[in-house]
């Protein structure tokens, strides 16, 4: 009779053991297809920020948003089921980012091309009879700027003999003519170059190149501040002052004229 019952104990427990082995395999077996589902709804949801990312990267990358870019976006975004109101939100960040990236890059460009032109100016003044005493560098932060960044970028002393003669110049280089002629300066740089001729007696010349590049400008002239009365001048007017052969010889400085030629 104990045999009968130490058997059927046995065989409860048995079978109690395999009921537990069976539903814990089942569990961890549940256990990770729920964590692989979460990890493919993750990476789904990455892939879908991603996606619209790209698009919108690329439709303002010239800091410019089109309304059939605006819409095409949007658009999309619907069939990701995506928001549209954080898509909206993720727009005008990166219009803001790309817009003040594009005109730091302008910026830079401008002021380097105009380096460059400085340089070439430079090179030009014969260093037999030209002393370089001043080159002003446009260096500023936060608006916060040298004084002598309003002067003209260059101050030459020249001296021949016994005939000496300070004078000062700007450089301004363009890329191409605008409305037959060009925009070299705006108001308040001609009244701060007006004021430091005014204040110093010295008298000031505006080097200017056009087209070609920097180094390398296609016309060149050398005007006299006297002579330039308004922000924009023809090209007609500045072929009076034209420099035909910059490319093979220097400028000088004909003293009784007061004329850089």
Known sequence: ?????????????????????????????????????????????????SELENMINLAIIDGVLTKNEHEIIL?????????????????????QE????????????????????????VSKFDTRYFKLKEWAGDKYING????TTTNPDLVLCYSEGKTQKTIAVECKYRSKYTKDGIFWASAQQISNYRNYQDETKIPVFVAIGVGGVPDNPEDFFVIPLD???????????????????????????????????
């Open 1 to 49: 009779m104990s045999g009968v019952i130490l058997l059927i104990v046995g065989v409860f427990f048995i079978s109690l053991g395999i009921i537990i082995h069976f539903r814990s395999k089942k569990g961890a077996l549940g256990s990770d297809i729920e964590s692989q589902d979460k990890i493919e709804e993750e990476s789904y949801a990455n892939g879908i920020h």
């Open 75 to 95: 658009k999309k975004a619907l069939e990701l089921g995506v928001e549209t109101y954080l898509v909206e939100e993720l727009l005008s960040k990166r219009l």
């Open 98 to 121: 790309t817009s003040a990236n594009a005109e730091t890059k302008l910026i830079d460009k401008i002021k380097e091309s105009g380096d460059v032109f400085e340089r070439l100016v």
């Open 144 to 147: 916060i700027y040298a004084e």
């Open 227 to 261: 002579k330039l009365f308004d922000r924009f001048i023809s090209r007609r007017k500045m072929q009076y002052y034209r420099k035909n052969n910059f490319k093979s010889k220097n400028i000088f400085l004909d003293v009784v004229k007061l004329k850089l030629c």
